[in-house]
C-alpha cells in the first residue's frame, strides 16, 4: 500500500470517526425533544405507552391511508401529526368518551418508515435512508458509513421542491434554490451550522474530486484526487511521496488544458494547481 493510499486511509477512518461523534451532537437550535416534532407517515410503526392501563400499551403500525386502530377509539387518522399533536388527540379522545379524567399518554417511534432520503456518489454505502426523527447531514452520511478517500470533500444537498420523489435528484436537475452546498472540511473542523437538517426526499450527493497527475522525479507518480479548492504544487508534491533524491524544485513545470491547447507553464512551489492539471518534476543538474 502506497503512502498516499494509507493517509487517505486514515484521513477517511478519522473522519469516519468525527461522523459518528458528531451525529450524536445537537444542531445549534434545535430543541431537547426534536422526535416531538416527527412527522408521522405511513408504515411509521409506533410505540404507544399508557400509565393508566397497561394492556393499552402497544405497538401500532400506520397503515397506507395514514390510519391505525387504537384500543377504545378505533380508527382514527394519525398520519399528518407530529408527535406531540398525536399524544393530545388520543388525550383527548379518551378524555372526550368518558375512559380518563386526565389520561397520561406518550407515543415515539419504533420504526422510521414513512420519511426517506437518498444519499449517493462517493460514500461507502449509497442507498436510500429512512429519516430518523430530526435527522442531520452528519448523521445521514454516517449512515451511508461515511465518504470515501476519493470524495472532493464537498457535499451537495437537493432538498425536495414539492411531494416525495420517487428515486434521488441530482443537483443538474434542481432549481438552485433547493441545492445547498456544504463543505466537509469546514464541517470536519467544528463548523457545526454546516450541518445541515434533512427533510423527506432529499438528496445527499458526494461528488467525486477530480484528479491531478504528479509525474518525473517523484516519489510515487501517478493521479491523485484534489480534495481541497486551494492546493498548492507543494501540497500536490507530497501526495506523490514528495521530490525524489533526484528531483529538482526549481524548474517545476505544470500542463494545462486553456481554452482546449495544452500549454506548459513554469510553476512555484506556492503556486495553486486546477483539475486536471500534470505537474511535471524534472531532474536536477548534476
Request: proline share 6%; aromatic share 6%; charged share 20%.
Given at each position: 500500500?502506497?503512502?498516499?493510499?494509507?493517509?487517505?486511509?486514515v484521513?477517511?477512518?478519522?473522519?469516519?470517526?468525527?461522523?459518528?461523534?458528531?451525529?450524536?451532537?445537537?444542531?445549534?437550535?434545535?430543541?431537547?425533544?426534536?422526535?416531538?416534532?416527527?412527522?408521522?407517515?405511513?408504515?411509521?410503526?409506533?410505540?404507544?405507552?399508557?400509565?393508566?392501563?397497561?394492556?393499552?400499551?402497544?405497538k401500532?403500525?400506520?397503515?397506507?391511508?395514514?390510519?391505525?386502530?387504537?384500543?377504545?377509539?378505533?380508527?382514527?387518522?394519525?398520519?399528518?401529526?407530529?408527535?406531540?399533536?398525536?399524544?393530545e388527540?388520543?388525550?383527548?379522545?379518551?378524555?372526550?368518551?368518558?375512559?380518563?379524567?386526565?389520561?397520561?399518554?406518550?407515543?415515539?417511534?419504533?420504526q422510521?418508515?414513512?420519511?426517506?432520503?437518498?444519499?449517493?456518489?462517493?460514500?461507502?454505502?449509497?442507498?436510500?435512508?429512512?429519516?430518523?426523527?430530526n435527522?442531520?447531514?452528519?448523521?445521514?452520511?454516517a449512515?451511508?458509513?461515511?465518504?470515501?478517500?476519493?470524495?472532493?470533500?464537498?457535499?451537495?444537498?437537493?432538498?425536495?421542491?414539492?411531494?416525495?420523489?420517487?428515486?434521488?435528484?441530482?443537483?443538474?436537475?434542481?432549481?438552485?434554490?433547493?441545492?445547498?452546498?456544504v463543505?466537509?472540511?469546514?464541517?470536519?473542523?467544528?463548523?457545526?451550522?454546516?450541518?445541515?437538517?434533512?427533510?423527506?426526499?432529499?438528496?445527499?450527493?458526494?461528488?467525486?474530486?477530480?484528479?491531478?497527475y504528479?509525474?518525473?522525479?517523484?516519489?510515487?507518480?501517478?493521479?491523485?484526487?484534489?480534495?481541497?479548492?486551494?492546493t498548492?504544487?507543494?501540497?500536490?508534491?507530497?501526495?506523490?511521496?514528495?521530490?525524489?533524491?533526484?528531483?529538482?524544485?526549481?524548474?517545476?513545470?505544470?500542463?494545462?488544458?486553456?481554452?482546449?491547447?495544452?500549454?506548459?507553464?513554469?510553476?512555484?512551489?506556492?503556486?495553486?494547481?486546477?483539475?486536471?492539471?500534470?505537474?511535471?518534476?524534472?531532474?536536477?543538474?548534476?
Open positions: 500500500m502506497g503512502s498516499e493510499t494509507k493517509r487517505s486511509s484521513r477517511a477512518a478519522a473522519f469516519a470517526a468525527l461522523l459518528v461523534a458528531l451525529a450524536w451532537q445537537p444542531i445549534f437550535g434545535q430543541t431537547d425533544q426534536p422526535e416531538a416534532d416527527y412527522v408521522v407517515g405511513s408504515q411509521d410503526v409506533l410505540t404507544i405507552t399508557s400509565y393508566d392501563q397497561a394492556d393499552l400499551t402497544g401500532f403500525t400506520v397503515e397506507t391511508d395514514g390510519t391505525f386502530t387504537f384500543p377504545l377509539i378505533g380508527r382514527f387518522r394519525a398520519g399528518g401529526l407530529t408527535l406531540r399533536k398525536l399524544e388527540v388520543i388525550k383527548g379522545r379518551l378524555k372526550d368518551d368518558g375512559y380518563f379524567k386526565n389520561p397520561q399518554i406518550t407515543v415515539s417511534v419504533e422510521y418508515r414513512s420519511q426517506k432520503v437518498f444519499i449517493i456518489g462517493e460514500v461507502r454505502t449509497p442507498g436510500t435512508y429512512p429519516v430518523s426523527g435527522m442531520n447531514l452528519v448523521e445521514a452520511l449512515k451511508a458509513g461515511s465518504t470515501l478517500p476519493t470524495a472532493n470533500g464537498e457535499v451537495v444537498i437537493v432538498h425536495s421542491a414539492s411531494g416525495r420523489p420517487t428515486g434521488p435528484t441530482l443537483p443538474a436537475q434542481a432549481d438552485a434554490e433547493h441545492v445547498v452546498r463543505d466537509l472540511r469546514e464541517l470536519q473542523n467544528g463548523a457545526l451550522g454546516n450541518n445541515t437538517p434533512l427533510r423527506d426526499g432529499d438528496t445527499i450527493f458526494v461528488p467525486r474530486a477530480e484528479s491531478i504528479v509525474h518525473g522525479q517523484v516519489k510515487n507518480p501517478g493521479a491523485y484526487p484534489l480534495q481541497q479548492r486551494q498548492t504544487v507543494l501540497q500536490a508534491l507530497s501526495l506523490a511521496g514528495g521530490v525524489s533524491e533526484r528531483g529538482s524544485t526549481g524548474r517545476i513545470k505544470i500542463v494545462r488544458i486553456v481554452n482546449g491547447e495544452t500549454k506548459e507553464l513554469r510553476a512555484k512551489l506556492t503556486d495553486l494547481v486546477q483539475p486536471n492539471d500534470t505537474i511535471v518534476v524534472p531532474e536536477r543538474f548534476l
